[in-house]
């Protein structure tokens, strides 16, 4: 059901794409402040755990802590579905489930993957992209449900939070990010086999349980996830002599 909404969004979003006036449309600071009220809802919403709190530290050792303009704030959410997500505002967010399955290198390749996000505003593009659909279901509620908001916040809040965490950008800036992160994770010792953990922490996600929420109902059988994995095995290969 939510994936057949899904689909229909993104058909009415491929369709409006051409008729959006970008000048006018969500600046960067009224994205990002719609992203500090989405993400203060989302917290309210899911139950934070400190349970991780010693691991992610671990993981997160070294990576970038501020990117374009803005701070990363980390929490975890205790929750059996698979997912992360991040917001223009820095606030990123990672489901416990996720981090049960995948091994630190794979949490740290996916908080790569959601840094790129936000260094390569995302949102801010992918809301221009957006900014359609909610206007085809004339309610940004519709959308807020999707993702388990009560549809109480402005339309682009609920855009801001729709894309962050249904996953929803394009395939096209899923690959920016992945890249970002490949990137990333190839300048540090062990690079190519830390980068190539982007490539298995996308496999585990698409091959997780039917239960394991909206990540994988969206790219379990989405035939672009497997072009994700061999772009990012085929960056690593060419990377060279990286150590
Ligand atoms: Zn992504």
Redo the contacts with the bound molecule.
Sequence with gaps: MKKKILLALLASAAALTGCANMESLGSDQEVVAAANQSCRQMDQKNTITHQYDGRMAIIRQGLPTQVGGQTLNYQVYKTKDMNA?AMPNGCVRVYSALIDRLNNDEVRAVLG??I??VALR?SVQQYRTNRGVAIALSAGGALGSLVGLDGTGSDLMQQVAYSAIS?Q?SQA??TE?DNYSVDLLLKEPNGKQKALAMASALKKISTGDADSGIMQKMFGDHPDTSKRIKNVEDRVAAAGNVK
Excluded: I, K, N, V
Aim: avoid cysteine; proline fraction near 0%.
């Design positions: 997500w993957h959601e790129g996000h995302h996953a950008y800036l899923e990010a």
